[in-house]
Structures are given as structure tokens and as C-alpha cells.
């Protein structure tokens, strides 16, 4: 069981590029999510989905892009990449909804100059 | 929405004494309340969380405590270990429409051997 991967680990775009962070979980769970973490701050949520093809907005969506179309992944697409989307990103996922145990990835460092 | 404090951003803390961290939460319909523990290039952990209907919860040598009259909640860590050295997230679910986590900022805890 390798729970929740997340490709690339590190990553610097420039300005106006694009790009998509993969996320694949092997737990066969409904519910995915992807934060991003600021320094000195929590984790917000950018987008979830409760299954395969339904996806929801998070507190902070603008400027991505996420969809579902199997249960085990969710790319998340970040499009004219701008420097206030610099952060760590990280995918979860849970077997029920946001009030139960997440199981959280390693994380996608992106820099954007 | 929901707004969560988390207090103190840092704590050191001698090997063997006892950690206190503090969230307070704005939302009462909040009603799951869980902690993470994010060590250094990791993605967060869950290690304890509580529903509304309970006051208190033990695991080992952590616990939390809730007081939904002062919508505050607490972690303890008892007989603290080099190794809980790491970055603690608390967090609150509000049942309804928003169905997503809020999370605290963080408190980074060092274990001074």
C-alpha cells in the first residue's frame, strides 16, 4: 500500500506557464482534496471531489483546475502560473468526508519566478 | 465561515515535561475536531481528533480536551520525546454546507533534550 503519491516533489515554472501536479491514492477512498500550504500559515483547500467526476470548490480555487475521472486519481491544473500560487502543495484523501481521518501525500513544492 | 486560532506559533519545551497547544474556533455548529502533526518534509498526520459529544480523549500520552461553551480545544502532550518534535495543525469541521476542515496556522514544538 503506498497511500497517497504525489508527482512532481519539487517543481519552478516561470511566469504564465502551466502545469499539473498529479495525485494517486491506492486506498480506494470516495473523498480526494488538494491544499496548498503558505509559510506560517495552515493548509486552505483549493478543490475536492466525492467521487469519480464530482469535483467542488475549496476557500481558495482561483487559478486552478481539478478534475476526477477514476476514483484513484486527482490532477490538479494550475494554469498562467503567477507567483502568489508559490507554495507546498499537498492531496488527501478519506475514505468518508472531511470529518474523518485524512491521509495526506508528501507534498509538491512550487516555485513560481 | 469558520475562523480557527491556534496558539502559540512556537513552543519549546524540556524532554519529559508536558506540551499544551490551544485552537479556539468560531463556528458552534463545529462539531469534529481533529490534530495533525506535520514533521519536517512530511505531509500532516492525524494522531488524535474528537467529536462534539465528547469533553476529553486519550491516547497514550496524548490528549484533547473540548469546551463547546468557550468553543475552545486543547492538546496535551504528556512526557514530551525528542521525536514529537515537529509542527502541530489543529483543525474544525462545521456540519452543513461548508463540509470542509479549517485549519489552524500551526505551532511548531521543540523537544529540548
Known amino acids: 500500500n503506498a497511500g497517497v503519491t504525489q508527482t512532481p516533489k519539487f517543481r519552478i515554472l516561470k511566469i504564465g506557464q502551466s502545469m499539473t501536479l498529479q495525485c494517486t491514492q491506492d486506498?480506494?477512498?470516495?473523498?480526494m482534496y488538494w491544499y496548498r500550504q503558505d509559510p506560517g500559515m495552515g493548509l486552505k483547500l483549493i478543490y475536492y471531489?466525492?467521487?469519480?467526476?464530482?469535483?467542488d470548490k475549496g476557500e481558495v480555487p482561483n487559478g486552478y483546475n481539478v478534475s476526477r475521472s477514476t476514483t484513484e486519481d486527482f490532477p490538479l491544473r494550475l494554469e498562467l502560473a503567477a507567483p502568489s500560487q508559490t507554495s507546498v502543495y499537498f492531496c488527501?484523501?478519506?475514505?468518508?468526508?472531511?470529518?474523518?481521518?485524512?491521509?495526506f501525500g508528501p507534498g509538491t513544492r512550487l516555485t513560481v519566478t | 465561515g469558520e475562523n480557527v486560532e491556534q496558539h502559540p506559533s512556537t513552543l519549546s519545551v524540556q524532554e519529559g515535561d508536558s506540551a499544551v497547544i490551544k485552537c479556539t474556533y468560531s463556528d458552534s455548529a463545529s462539531n469534529y475536531f481533529p490534530w495533525y502533526k506535520q514533521e519536517l518534509g512530511k505531509g500532516p498526520q492525524l494522531i488524535i481528533d474528537i467529536r462534539s459529544n465528547v469533553g476529553e480523549k486519550k491516547d497514550q500520552r496524548i490528549a484533547v480536551t473540548l469546551n463547546k461553551t468557550a468553543k475552545h480545544f486543547s492538546l496535551h502532550i504528556t512526557e514530551t520525546q525528542p521525536e514529537d518534535s515537529a509542527v502541530y495543525f489543529c483543525?474544525?469541521?462545521?456540519?452543513?454546507?461548508?463540509?470542509?476542515?479549517?485549519f489552524g496556522s500551526g505551532t511548531q514544538l521543540t523537544v529540548l533534550p
Open positions: 488527501a484523501s478519506s475514505l468518508q468526508g472531511a470529518d474523518y481521518e485524512q491521509y
Open positions: 486506498m480506494n477512498h470516495n473523498y
Open positions: 483543525a474544525a469541521f462545521v456540519s452543513g454546507s461548508a463540509r470542509q476542515l479549517t
Open positions: 471531489s466525492v467521487g469519480a467526476g464530482i469535483t
